[in-house]
């Protein structure tokens, strides 16, 4: 007779996940398996996808004809210079040393352009794959740096594993990935800035209760709590968002936010815990966060400078020897003045950018998804290179996110925003204020040029958001079985079918030639041609 009991009605009334979930759970070796397993998955995964076949197409695409010859430039003169009319066919034919020794006007900081030399410097700026190795290494850290945010968030292996699997599939970040553009540098900084905020919230509520707890007399608190100096992660947060900055300026909202979230999250837990003046206290450690965050991120922004600071021959480089400043300011070096000068100049330059694009999308459109950019494309007549469609073939990189995670990823980040003001979570806020940050500020620029693709910087969090709203559909722990069953069989057909979309989308977000019969069937919105 066997000795093994057989399992109970509750037990075969939980769901396949419930029952796997539970084993894992008792089981500490499996638990780390999976642990260690899940991040490695989504991080090779995104790595394949992105590192295929990456050299192809061999030419500079869209904002290529800047970034890539402006990175070379600067790789080997400490800024960017010029290049001949004509330029793009040269350098992609391998002549990469035409540039001239005047100065260029460009309007992104350098910290970018720098990253993108790295990868040709080491696999030579003839080579296509060495322009983009950089991007689709930083694109693919994105999908592991998004999967420990997750994890830092929530705790749980599943939850970061979905979103980071959404993202290592997604069509915005393969292709955002797979060209030599700034975006993506800019993600993974503001990536890791949320990362460190979040690492320091957990620590510095925990020493802050604890010290608090050290004061109470007769179990009242006291009237002013402890200023905390001692918050690497704070300082971890500034360095990469300044870095965000030194690759984008838009990297200066995203400071902006972490700065207010830090201030209020302070406050609303010296309230909770009792201090007297928590107002003022908060004031007070207010302050300090700003000096251990914005001085930070100061130091990276104006090190990624540091080319154009020590070379003679950069835009605008001497413009302040003929309008030095006087009075308070006269002390500060003429170099830096005519940095701050360079920077006047690059501000009005994009505040008025109102060039008209095709591929041009407001930010109030953002969400409807009306207007997707096509990066490169490229026709092949029947008959010829292998084409056999009697209407020709297409090579294309679309920066289009899965359509259908997209959407739902929206319509997720309202019902957060709404479980947000009915029953506040300090999760949530991470996601909604990045949300915010990486969002809003472009709806004050409605007459600005400026494209769908911007959207990579806001994409993870969307994603963050539209997996909260998964785990509520899933149902919680102590819901009933029946519920929980249902409610998982919905979220595994969502991902099902996610995926199903991902490879039916994954030619058309890494230039594979395919007939334009099968592009057509991709065009589900008048705008999207």
Same mark, same amino acid.
């Given at each position: 007779m066997s000795t093994h009991a057989l399992p109970s009605r509750a037990t075969l009334r939980r769901s396949s996940y419930d029952r796997w979930r539970r084993r894992v759970i008792a089981h500490s070796g499996a638990r780390r398996t999976w642990e260690w397993g899940v991040p490695i998955l989504v991080t090779v995964v995104a790595a394949v996808l992105r590192l295929w076949n990456l050299? #192809? @197409?061999?030419?500079? $695409?869209?904002?290529? =004809?800047?970034? +890539?010859?402006?990175a070379w430039s600067q790789w080997n003169l400490g800024f960017p210079a010029t290049w001949p009319d004509g330029a793009d066919e040269s350098f992609a034919a391998g002549q990469t040393d035409i540039y001239t020794d005047d100065a260029s006007f460009v309007v992104h900081p350098p910290l970018g352009k720098y990253l993108i030399g790295i990868g040709m410097w080491i696999f030579g700026p003839e080579s296509s794959f060495g322009w983009r190795i950089s991007a689709a290494l930083a694109g693919t850290a994105c999908v592991l740096v998004l999967y420990l945010l997750a994890r830092s968030l929530t705790g749980s292996f599943v939850f970061a594993g979905v979103a980071s699997g959404l993202l290592a599939i997604d069509g915005l970040g393969i292709v955002m990935s797979r060209v030599s553009l700034l975006d993506i540098f800019l !993600?993974?900084?503001?990536?890791? /800035? *949320? %990362?460190? $905020?979040v690492l320091d919230r957990r620590r510095h509520l925990d020493r802050l209760a604890a010290r608090i707890a050290e004061r109470m007399r007769d179990g009242t608190a006291p009237a002013w709590g402890p200023v905390r100096w001692v918050r690497p %992660? +704070? +300082?971890a947060a500034g360095l990469a968002a300044g870095a965000a900055t030194a690759v984008k300026w838009s990297g200066v909202w995203v400071l902006a936010a972490i700065g207010i979230y830090l201030v209020v999250t302070d406050a609303l837990e010296r309230r909770r815990l009792g201090i007297t003046f928590w107002p /003022?206290? /908060?004031v007070r450690q207010g302050v300090v966060s700003f000096l251990l965050l914005v001085p930070a991120a100061f130091v990276v922004y104006f090190g990624s400078w540091s080319g154009w600071l020590l070379t003679d021959d950069g835009y605008n480089r001497h413009v302040a020897y003929t309008q #030095?400043? !006087?009075? *308070? *300011?006269? %002390?500060? @070096? +003429?170099? $830096? #003045?005519s940095l701050w000068?360079?920077? #006047? =100049?690059i501000y009005g330059s994009m505040a008025g950018m109102s060039t008209e694009h095709s591929y041009a999308s407001a930010a109030w459109q953002w969400p409807l998804l009306l207007r997707p950019t096509s990066m490169y494309a490229n026709s092949t007549p029947d008959g010829q290179d292998g084409c056999a469609s009697t209407h020709g073939c297409l090579e294309i990189l679309y920066s289009m996110p899965n359509p259908l995670v997209w959407w739902a990823a929206i319509a997720a980040t309202l019902w957060l925003l709404y479980r947000f003001a009915v029953r506040p979570d300090w999760r949530y806020a991470v996601v909604l204020t990045a949300v915010a940050a990486t969002w809003l500020p472009w709806l004050a620029y409605p007459e600005r040029t400026i494209f769908q693709f911007y959207t990579i910087a806001m994409w993870p969090f969307l994603l963050l958001a539209l997996t909260f709203g998964l785990r509520a559909v899933a149902g919680a722990p102590g819901d @009933? @079985?029946?519920r929980r069953r249902n409610g998982q069989r919905i979220v595994l057909a969502f991902l099902i079918v996610a995926v199903v979309l991902a490879a039916f989308w994954y030619p058309l977000w890494s230039a594979v030639r395919v007939p334009y019969e099968f592009y057509w069937l991709h065009n589900w919105l008048i705008t999207w041609v």
């Open positions: 050299g #192809q @197409p061999h030419q500079l $695409v869209f904002d290529e =004809t800047y970034y +890539v010859k402006d !993600t993974l900084f503001i990536l890791l /800035a *949320f %990362w460190f $905020v %992660w +704070v +300082v /003022a206290d /908060a #030095q400043a !006087t009075g *308070f *300011f006269s %002390w500060v @070096p +003429v170099r $830096v #003045q000068i360079y920077h #006047q =100049t @009933p @079985p029946r």
